[in-house]
């Protein structure tokens, strides 16, 4: 299995990326976790499609192809989803070779340093993936609060928030194994 990581703040230090790079190692021996990279994904525009287009658009289609499922990591903005995943499941939707989210799994795992979790841009993403067939893991939901208390002095996430991290892993390839039989 190959599960594509997707975190939604382009910031290279963000809290969202060191959660992201914490999961990754977190995946059994028989897992490929590997970051789909978004950061140059122009805004989609339709004038930007065809063959006097960007080749991005192609880019990150053909990468999305690559994986059966993904995990998405994202921060909150304006109680709402980071913009750059918005733009990639857009872009990617409407692929002239067709839609490559098409029931495939997902999960959100969301993180601030705000009290909440980023619950609202959680939830947001998710309602998003109902239009382009994802198939969202239901539990557990993964809402990290004042994020910045996860980590130590010397950047080292706790034991706590990386058992936690680990079950909601464990929880996501048992998720994408049962949707691939279900498809299958």
Do not use: C
């Amino acid at each position: 299995m190959k599960v594509g990581l997707i975190v939604g703040s382009l910031r290279k230090e963000s809290y969202n990326r060191k959660v992201a790079e914490a999961v990754k190692e977190l995946f059994p021996a028989n897992v490929e976790a590997e970051f789909i990279d978004i950061t140059n994904l122009p805004l989609y525009n339709t004038d930007l499609e065809g063959e006097n287009g960007t080749p991005e658009y192609g880019r990150v289609r053909e990468e999305v192809r690559k994986y059966d499922g993904y995990i998405f990591f994202t921060p909150e903005y304006n109680r709402s989803l980071a913009p750059a995943l918005k733009n990639l499941i857009d872009v990617v939707s409407v692929d002239p070779n067709g839609n490559a989210w098409a029931k495939k799994p997902a999960a959100v795992f969301s993180a601030t340093m705000g009290p909440t979790g980023a619950m609202a841009s959680n939830l947001a993403l998710r309602q998003a993936f109902v239009y382009v067939d994802l198939i969202p893991m239901q539990q557990p939901e993964v809402y990290l609060s004042t994020i910045q208390d996860s980590f130590d002095e010397e950047g080292n996430m706790t034991d706590r928030t990386r058992n936690f991290l680990a079950k909601a892993v464990d929880a996501f390839v048992k998720h994408a194994e049962l949707v691939s039989r279900q498809e299958n």
